[in-house]
């Protein structure tokens, strides 16, 4: 592989890997100030819960458009335009606590905000061969734990710097949001390329085993109108499937795990975001140690070391649902449990399995998809944890009820997956 080469796959991913880490600071700020935000407007959770559904669904419907955006103008153009948008809809957040106008705001970020995840897995799949796809997609995967880790506390600690007494500075931690992902814009967009060929480099997989490279090189040729097949539609439903409930029990501890820090635990503000990261902070762990597993054990099969750790989920799940509600420190534990069995999977299946679906023309389209039906399940977890909170009068037992619930449906997909590639179907 000549040196060139070598050089610029460490640029894209380097660009690609800081941009989903960028986006989190823009993603982040109403679920890291959510306690005070309702505070300050009289909101209870219901209703703090029905403005950020509003991202929700916007991001969900935007990864069915940003899958064709990146399609048609390349993952540069929608990834770039995606991280614009999405800094001035953030900034324009703070402007007014008006229940309509602050959930407009934050659907037009989350239909920006939908170009992250597949933009740049799609770039991804034009500089790495699927051999290398298992370890290198661990690795960039950690992209979305460390964002959701430095975002997490670094506008935690912006939340926190106010003397007793004085107005909650919420704000800034949208203006502090802005402005990481404002650098990242600019380093994005002098170091990311959609394609070796873009720049006259030859592909990654002339470099790979002769087999593996006639398969890929055929596949790049592949016409028509149809991008997948039959078998390959099952397995991105199945993935699509299970993303929907991993997504809504990742998306209810990044949206509400602060919140009951504090409402429920007596924490400060600062406090709840800080201890919230346990979450994360396991996750990152888990994400590079099943990546490694999958090529290492499994022989690049991604279902496999993924129901293993899923299972580790629900029984996290479980003990949650037992004893999470026993004390702060116990409950922080758990949270980091279900984090280093949940992230894995999550990033495994939704990334290097997303690509490996089809094929590399495809992948773009298969990531957005999968992205897209598992991003339905975060609207349902904010829709009906915030009624369930009010209802119960604060009661945390129903929640992790349906936390575990959520872990078993999810288990139940990655199964089926496994038992597909017992069958002698095309695995994943």
Known sequence: MPRSLRDWRVRVFGAT???????????KPFSVAKSAIGHEGGFDATTLGNIWAAYLIAYAAGQFLAGGLGTRFGPRVSVLAGMAVSIGATLCMGVTLSVPVLAGLVAVNGLAQATGWSGNVGTMASW???RERGKIMGIW????????????AILGWVLGRHEPGEPVPWRDTLIVGAAVLSVVWGVFYFYQRNRPEDLGLPPPEQFASDDLREREVLESRETGRTLLSREAWTNLLLIAGFYFFAKLVRYAIWS??????ERNYGLTGRDANLYSIAFDLAGFVGVFVTG???DKYFGSRRAGISLIMVLGMVASCGLLMAFGGTSVGLFTALLACVGFTLYGPDALLSGA???DVGTKRAALFTAATISGIGSMGPVVQEVIIGRLYDQKGGEL?????????SASMAALFCFAL????RQGGKGV
């Open 256 to 261: 509400w795990s602060a919140f009951f820090l």
């Open 397 to 405: 037992g129903p929640i992790f009820a349906m936390l575990f619930g």
């Open 353 to 355: 399995g997303a690509i």
């Open 418 to 421: 496994v038992w597909r590639n």
């Open 292 to 294: 490694w597993l999958s």
């Open 17 to 27: 890997w800081l941009a989903y880490v960028g986006f989190y600071f823009c993603r």
């Open 128 to 130: 790495f061969h699927k």
């Open 141 to 152: 995967s950690t992209n979305f734990t460390v964002g959701a880790l430095s975002s997490t």
